[in-house]
């Protein structure tokens, strides 16, 4: 085997150095042709992108498809009858001459790219295949390598089988490009929606498979071709899906996953992270204001039972986070701003209390971004230098501007204050770990030195002397009186921890304890550190 792969490789030696001078010669005649207001560094990145992007594929798609079509031809078939070499061997000879090749001419473009990174500064798009490329992107990466000999096996396959390189160049394109379409959706879904899916077994089990079954599938081939067995339709069958059941499952996973996802959720906070509230007395709820994230919103309870609010677009969205439902509190009532077709323009506001249902107050058209938020005690809807008041009676906004220098004033809806649902405050010295807060009585307790080297969050709730209070990693329950800690429960995990988010998705407070969404499921944990899985 190794002495026929040498052999095809002396047979193609002058097609490997043609496209190697191909590759060389294209960079300056690039900087020949380039216009003027296109720089020197970005005409060499735009030139290596294109021979590492479109070049690599299109070679493994030329050696596989040649290679197949020249070991199905008489010609080589009589020439290496007297070689001691089995078909399956022969095959396998030829398909790793191919795949040389390839590595080769990869290798010399990675080289170009390490010598224009270094001359040009270009150090960006040249560490895309390197082993420093970020967390986000080598998964995209590795998928992308490891599918350029998965097409040049199924293009080899192909052209051997029909005696064509163009059919095994069009079969290897078109099954290759729907393997890698599945590795990367499912990966670009798990890099958005970060913790509520999982695909990289899915995708390793997809690729090792990919792999696998086109090795076995060109075995078979060839061993059905050098007997000259008439193929069944049940045969042929099973070695094209023994050559997709790698693309299959990668694609097919990230399909389900897909839809999936769509059900997932996340909590919909009216004031973002509990240690800034916009609410200058906010109200810890007997409930959570859930959004899926194919748009509809969802009231929770801590005993597990559900009422949708508001049905949503019904379209599954790649934002985690869409950007077109905000929430606000006054008293019991939720106000709700969403936009029904999920784009800009159209707005409707409903408003209510979530156990008897939200009605539709308003539907008003709005180019440019609006949120819902608190100025002074009333909800508002406000926009850049411009808010509007909003009541249940309300047609349209009544727009008034708002002057630079008074968007941060005391009164501003964005003026934020560290405030404990059901009222209070706190402060925090980050140097001495120490805690002081004042009870809805005014009472001054502290300082309390805080336990550990989590970093602190916010506190969340009172009760006489005590205060619960949320750090990284764990609810504490800290006594103002005794000045420590009394109580300490851990907090459940988001798996990993990723891009600095917090261990959770998202929080809530509740009149009987913290909604913790670690991204996969929304947990509940009480006052007493109980937690109880709510999906």
């Known amino acids: 085997m190794r002495e026929l792969s040498r052999l095809h490789l002396k047979q193609d030696r002058l097609v490997l150095l043609g496209l190697a001078a191909t590759i060389l010669a294209s960079f300056p005649f690039a900087l020949a042709v380039r216009p003027e207001w296109f720089e020197l560094r970005q005409t060499v990145g735009a030139t290596w992108l294109f021979w590492a992007f479109l070049g690599l594929p299109g070679f493994a798609l030329l050696f596989g498809g040649a290679a197949g079509a020249q070991l199905a031809g008489e010609h080589a078939r009589a020439a290496e009858t007297l070689l001691p070499v089995s078909a399956p061997r022969r095959a396998e000879a030829y398909?790793?001459?191919?795949l040389i090749q390839l590595v080769l001419l990869g290798l010399l473009i990675l080289a170009l790219g390490l010598v224009g990174a270094h001359e040009s500064g270009l150090s960006a798009p040249f560490r895309f295949f390197s082993w420093w490329t970020p967390d986000a992107m080598r998964p995209f990466i590795l998928s992308f390598l490891g599918t350029l000999p998965y097409m040049l096996l199924v293009s080899?396959?192909?052209?051997y089988a029909s005696g064509s390189g163009v059919v095994g160049?069009?079969?290897?394109?078109?099954v290759?490009?729907?393997?890698?379409?599945?590795?990367?959706?499912?990966?670009a879904l798990r890099e958005i929606h970060h913790g509520r899916i999982s695909y990289a077994g899915w995708g390793t089990a997809g690729g090792a498979l990919a792999l696998a079954g086109?090795?076995?599938?060109?075995?078979?081939?060839a061993r059905r071709l050098e007997r000259r067995e008439r193929t069944s339709w049940a045969a042929a069958v099973r070695i094209a899906l023994t050559v997709a059941l790698g693309m299959l499952v990668a694609s097919g996973a990230a399909l389900w996953k897909y839809r999936w996802v769509g059900g997932a959720t996340r909590i919909l906070q009216p004031s973002g992270f509990p240690a800034r509230t916009e609410s200058p007395e906010p109200a810890a709820r007997d409930g959570v204001v859930l959004q899926t994230v194919s748009g509809g919103i969802y009231w929770a309870t801590p005993d597990g039972l559900r009422k949708r609010l508001w049905e949503g677009p019904g379209h599954v969205r790649f934002d985690p986070a869409p950007a077109e439902a905000g929430i606000e509190w006054e008293g019991k009532r939720l106000w709700?701003?969403?936009?029904?077709?999920?784009?800009l323009g159209l707005l409707e506001l409903w408003a209510g209390e979530p156990d008897s249902g939200l009605k539709l107050v308003s539907r008003f058209s709005y180019a440019g971004s609006v949120y819902l938020t608190k100025k002074g005690r009333a909800v508002s809807l406000w926009s850049w230098r411009r808010w509007a008041p909003v009541s249940l009676g309300m047609r349209q906004p009544q727009w008034q501007g708002v002057a630079?220098?008074?968007?941060?004033?005391?009164?501003?809806?964005r003026r934020a204050a560290p405030s404990i649902p059901g009222g209070g405050s706190w402060s925090y010295s980050n140097e001495k770990r120490q805690l002081r807060w004042t009870t809805p009585a005014g009472k001054t307790l502290g300082p309390v030195e805080l336990p550990g080297q989590d970093a602190f969050s916010a506190v969340v709730r009172t009760d006489g002397d005590r205060a619960w209070v949320l750090t990284e990693s764990r609810l504490l329950v800290v006594d103002g009186g005794a000045k420590g800690w009394v109580g300490s429960y851990a907090l459940p995990r988001l798996r990993p921890v990723r891009h600095g988010y917090a261990p959770w998705h998202s929080m809530e407070v509740g009149t009987e304890g913290l909604f913790?969404?670690?991204?996969?499921?929304?947990?509940f944990m009480d006052w007493e550190g109980r937690l109880r899985k709510l999906e």
């Open 95 to 98: 398909a790793a001459s191919g």
């Open 156 to 159: 080899f396959i192909a052209a």
């Open 169 to 174: 160049g069009l079969v290897g394109g078109l």
């Open 176 to 187: 290759g490009g729907l393997c890698l379409g599945g590795l990367e959706a499912g990966f």
């Open 214 to 221: 086109s090795a076995l599938a060109l075995r078979e081939t």
């Open 336 to 343: 709700l701003l969403v936009r029904p077709d999920g784009r």
């Open 404 to 413: 630079v220098d008074e968007m941060w004033s005391d009164d501003s809806p």
């Open 516 to 523: 913790l969404h670690t991204g996969p499921t929304l947990q």
